[in-house]
């Protein structure tokens, strides 16, 4: 038997990898039958949990998911309502790709492939770089030419090919889904990457269940790991274990916010525009390949979409820092600085229950080598007289 991908928007369905658009235009997810799922109950463990709701793939590298929800008290006053933190972060390579990986990858190796490959502009390449690497498949990886050099060692050492590419990132993006080569791209809205990062919802609602939260917010750059929390809020209430969904709101950088700008201008759908430059880098696409699926999300959802300065997301990458003890790339504080802005437009409630998605960590990335001010160095000989005026501060 082979998997079905539906267009959510449409509705007609195909053979998976048949074509990678529907007819229409619109994107493909693959057809789940939840039949009688029930929360697998005990700890969380990792996303394999779900396997009955996931696609057959062989299971390789390390488990993804299982990751923390802290229940952030200290930060709901700069947050303006009750905040829980999605520590994606603790995925094998730092970030929640690895959901997605482990699922396209592991596909790729169960159907004979031997090589995979992405498109990205860091974290999803070092994420697929590290399950190919697992599955003992070739990797190809294409990434802007203007790439960090550090971005790309922490993915050469998982020794894929890299080629920096010169051009258009949406054009290059949409050229490899249609490439003849026999190489399983798993890009950032694919079916089988978003079947696996719908895995995010499913842990979010286990851990509240039987109980849902008000609001989930997450950065979004392509709209895949919206569309697959969305998907995933879907098929539970479908399976019939939440009988309300949570709001799903998208948080975007100002610089480059096709997402938010459709969903102020009341559009339907959502166009390329002109980006400035971000310290957001993880989530700078200007033309999303699922951007119109996850406004559908937000609109259907009753949830919405905002924009964020790239102060407002220092400020919230701090509090993060300082107040919670968890160190995020600037792309997620996004999502923190996002759910300060709704609640400050009164769309969040001071008592509502509001889930934020700390898409990425932030030990894979040095920003600046700006020691901080409190930093300072020290004679041997002085050592008590230092941190005694210190401590008597
Ligand atoms: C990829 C990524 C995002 C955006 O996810 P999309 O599925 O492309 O919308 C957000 N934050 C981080 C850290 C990422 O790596
Ligand atoms: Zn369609």
Redo the contacts with the bound molecule.
Sequence with gaps: MTDRVRCYDCGNDYELGEQAHCTCGETLWLETDVGDFEWPGGGIDDSWRYADVLPTVERVGVEPGGTPLVRAERVDAFAGCQVSLKVEGCNPTG???DRGSAVGVGYAARAGYDWVGTVSH???ALSTSAYAAAAGLECAVFVPSETPPERLELIARHDPHVFRVEGDYGQLYADTLSLEADVAFVN??TPLRVAG?KTTAYEILEAFAPSVPDAIV?????????SGVWKGLRELERAGLIDEVPRIYVAQAAPCDPIATAYREGRGTVTAVDADETIAV??A?SD?P?GTR?LRAVRETGGGAVSVTDDETRAAMAELATTAGISV?P??AVALAGVRKLSRDGELAADDEVVTIL??SGYTERLQTDVGQRTRTIDLADLETELDAIVGE
């Design positions: 970030s929640f790709k860091g974290n999803m950032s809205d990062q997450l950065p979004t750059s392509s709209g895949g790991h919206a993880s989530i696409n999303p699922s996850a790339e792309s997620s898409t990425g």
